[in-house]
């Protein structure tokens, strides 16, 4: 009798011990794969394909062309790094603004960029528009 109920619980704990780690291992996996921290929109108010580029302190975008009235985004999954797109409009337009600056947009869910014939525009709630860069002679 004495036998059986200590292999019993040797069973019971080894369960338990192998549970808590299998979930420990699911939680540090979870940990892994999170979810975006914010998302940065940029939108194209122009009549024309803007030719966009964004990039962080470790990873490039690549060049994107945005149609007139569409819309593309990125999710910030770095903590405290900043991320700068720049844009290019009929090839004689040019540019740059930094998309996600942890500083001011840090505890935003979202950062809506919003490209119109007379600049770029910054809004935190796809309504309320401040005009931060104007476009440069490229
Ligand atoms: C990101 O960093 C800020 C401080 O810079 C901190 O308050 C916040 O909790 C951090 N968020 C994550 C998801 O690590
Ligand atoms: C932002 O506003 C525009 C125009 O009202 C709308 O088409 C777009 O779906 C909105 N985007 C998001 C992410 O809410």
Redesign the pocket.
Known sequence: MGNIRSLLSLFLVSVFVSTSAAAVGLAKQGDHKKKP?ATIHVMNAIPNPIRLHCSSGQKDYGEEVVHAGAEYQIGVEE??SSYSCDALWGGLWFANWNAFR?HKD?SRKAVFWLAKSDGVFHSWDNSTWVKEMVWLPF
């Open positions: 921290l903590n405290a942890p840090g």
